[in-house]
């Protein structure tokens, strides 16, 4: 399985590694690391609450995402990610498969889940100056 998740099937063959340097947010998104964790664990939450995913699925995914947060920020991203986002999510797919960790993100667009960690980032930044 590619670990490329936004491009599966597209953009097939060489990339000069200028567009990954280019493209990539990696060391921006290093400070959303934590409430990229919260934000996934939420969503996960409101999913099997709703009866969108069974509860086995959505307890594997938090079991997941619960070890996830525990490893580096470098250890999470080594690999071709192109942010933090992207490296999460394949991480949870790495370990779950498709089928499973493929859930995750249901019902929920990429542009909402990058606004929600950047508030919840900002906020808790914001609580700690305070």
């Known amino acids: 399985m590619s670990q490329d998740i936004l491009r599966r099937g597209r953009l097939k063959g060489f990339k000069p590694?200028?567009?990954?340097a280019y493209t990539s947010s990696l060391e921006a998104d290093r400070w959303l690391f934590k409430s990229d964790i919260m934000?996934?664990?939420?969503?996960?939450?409101?999913?099997?609450?709703?009866?969108?995913i069974k509860v086995e699925e959505g307890l594997a995914i938090l079991e997941?995402?619960?070890?996830?947060?525990?490893l580096s920020y470098e250890e999470l991203v080594k690999g071709p990610f192109e942010?933090?986002?992207?490296?999460?999510?394949s991480r949870v797919i790495e370990r779950l498969?498709?089928?499973?960790?493929?859930?995750m993100h249901t019902a929920r667009s990429r542009n909402d889940e990058v606004a929600t960690c950047?508030?919840?980032t900002v906020r808790r930044q914001?609580?700690?100056?305070l």
């Open 97 to 103: 498969g498709e089928d499973i960790g493929g859930k």
């Open 83 to 89: 942010d933090v986002h992207v490296a999460i999510e």
């Open 64 to 70: 997941t995402l619960e070890e996830l947060e525990h």
């Open 39 to 52: 934000v996934d664990k939420a969503h996960v939450i409101m999913l099997t609450e709703q009866g969108v």
């Open 126 to 129: 914001v609580i700690e100056i």
């Open 17 to 20: 590694p200028e567009v990954d």
């Open 118 to 120: 950047l508030r919840l």
